[in-house]
C-alpha cells in the first residue's frame, strides 16, 4: 500500500500564546514546536497498515526549514520518506490544501491520513479540503478503521455517539485521539533519522481566501469569588447560580 | 443577494443548531438586504423543515432522497454545492457540528470558496461579514475577512442564541437535484449513540470531574450532579488517559472545545491545555482543594474545599431549587 501522512509542525500544548507586534500572528520567542498531536495518529496508523500490507509511508509537510523537526520525528517513528513542501508565506487551509492536493496527487497513494485538525488553526477543513480537491472519498474524526482490500469501514465521532461509515479507497482519513496508541520512536529510530534524506520541493504560490485582520487574547477574566471554604458554602453559591448568574 | 443557511437534521428533527445558523444568517441578511434560503437534506423531511420560517428563513429547500436518510459526505457536499450555484448564493453558513464541519469543506472547494471555521462571532463592517474565531485552542481569537467572491462560515455550535419561532411561515420547495449512485461512494451504514448521556459539544451545562477525584468509582457524584443540573458529564485529560472515563467526555485542546453557560470545574487543576477547552464558558464554578489551583483564576465562583463534602451537598441544593 501507498500511505501519506500529512502531518503540521505546531507550538507545544503547553506554550502560553502572546500576540506578536504585526497584530495579527503569534510570538513565536521562546515557544516550542511539535509535531500536531492529531498528526500522531495518522502517522501511526499508516505505519500500522503498512505493517499489515507492505507497501511504504511518506510523510509530507507544508513550511519552512523549521518544519524538517517534525519531519524527523516521523521518520524517527518509522515512515519511509519525508518531503516538505517549502514555503513560509502566509496561507490559509484552502492554499495549503491545494499544495498538499498537487503533491499528493503525482503519488497516486491508496490513503491518505491527517490529523482531525492542526491545533494552531483549528480550521479542521485541510485534510477534507484534499480530499474534495484530488476527487476522492474522505472521513473525518476517525477513531476505528478498518481496511480490506480496497474497502473500509470507519468508525467516526458526533455528537453524542459514533457514525460507521464504509468507502472504497483511494480515500482521506482525518484522526481523532484513540484511533491508535502512537509509538515512541526507538533510540535507533531517531538516531537514523538524524542523516535520512528529507526530500524538498516548492509549491506553487496561491493565494490565500481568508485574510487575517487582527489577533487578540480573551479579555481577561475578572477575579471571581471564593465563596466558602466546605460544604455550608453550597446554599449560597447556588443562590449566586439562580439569582445572580441566572444559569439556573 | 442570498445565504444558504444548511440546517442539519438527525432522525428527523432539526438540531438546535440549524436554528441558531439559520438566526444567525436573518441578522447578517436583513443589515445587507439579502434573503435567508435555509437547506434542509434528508428524507421526508418537509414538515420539519417548514419550521426555519420561524427562526429567520425567507424560503426553505429540502433536498429529499430514501439514500440522503443517513449522512454522506459526498452526497451531502454535492447537494449543498448543487443548490449553492443554482441560486448564486453569496454565503453559505454551517453549524460547526461533526457534520458541519466534515462537510462544509468539500462545499468550499466545489464553490472555490474559503472558509472561516467555529465562528464565535459574525458581523457586517462596511458591506463586508467579518468573523471572530478562537485559534491556538482558545487561547488567542481572530478577526477575519473571508476574500473568495462565495464565502463559507461554520458556526461555534451553542454560541449563537437560537431564540424561539416568531411564527412566521416560509414556503418549502423540493430541489430538483439528482444524485446519482457514485455520489454516495462514502456512506454512513449505522449511526449509535452513546446510552442517553448528553454530549458535552451541546450541553448548556456540563460538570467536569479531575483527577483529584482520585478513582472512577468516585465519578458517580459527578454523574449525579450533573444529571441534577440536567447537563453533560466532562473529563479532565488525565481522568481519560487514566481509562476512567472516555474520550468522548474529554474537555481540553485534546478534548472537545466547548461553551456552556455553566461549567463546574471538579478537582481539576486548571492546566493550560484544560483552560484552552473552557475558558469561554460564560460561568466557570470550582471546586478544588488547593486554593492556588490556576482553575481559581478564571472561576467566576469558587469553593475551596473537599470535593467529597461539597459536591454532595450541592447536587441536594440544585435539586431542591430545581424541585427534583
Redo the contacts between chains.
Sequence with gaps: MKLVACINHVPDTTAKINVGSDGKSIDRTGVGFIINPYDEFAVEECLRLKEKNGGEVIAVTLGGDAHKETLRKALAMGVDKAVLLKDESVRDSFSVARALADYIKELSPDAIFFGKQSIDGDDAAVGSMVAEMLELPSVSVVVKLEVVGNKAVAEREIEGGHEKVETSLPAVFTAQKGLNEPRYPSLKGIMSAKSKPIEEKTPASVSPKVEVLAMQRPPAKSAGKIVGTDATAVPELVRLLHEEAKVI | MKILAIAEQRDNKLKKTAFEVTKAARAIADQMSAEVVALVIGENTHGVAGTLGGYGAHRIIVVDHPKLK??S??AY?KAIAEVAKKEQAAIVVFAA???G??????V???L???????CIEIRVSNGDV?AV????????????????PTKIFTLRPNVFSSGTSNGSIAPVEKSEIALSDGDF??????????SG???V??AD?IVTGGRGLKGPENFKMIEDLAAA?GGAVGASRAVVDAGWRP??E?VG???KTVSP??YVAVAVSG???HL?GM??S????AINKD?DAPI???????????AF??V???TA??KK??GK
Design positions: 443517513l449522512y459526505t459526498t457536499a457540528t461533526a457534520m464541519k466534515d462537510c462544509a469543506p468539500r468550499a472547494v466545489k472555490d470558496a474559503g472558509i472561516a471555521a467555529d467579518l474565531r478562537p485559534v491556538y485552542a482558545g487561547k488567542v481569537s481572530t478577526e477575519v475577512k473571508v476574500t473568495s461512494v462514502s456512506s454512513v451504514k449505522e449511526v449509535t449513540q452513546s448521556k448528553i454530549d459539544a451541546e451545562i443540573f474520550h468522548d474529554q485542546q485534546t478534548g453557560s455553566l492546566a493550560i491545555q484552552a475558558s469561554s460564560k460561568y466557570i464554578v486554593k481559581f483564576q478564571v472561576a467566576s465562583y469558587g469553593i475551596v474545599g473537599d463534602e461539597v454532595p451537598a450541592l441544593e440544585v431549587l430545581l
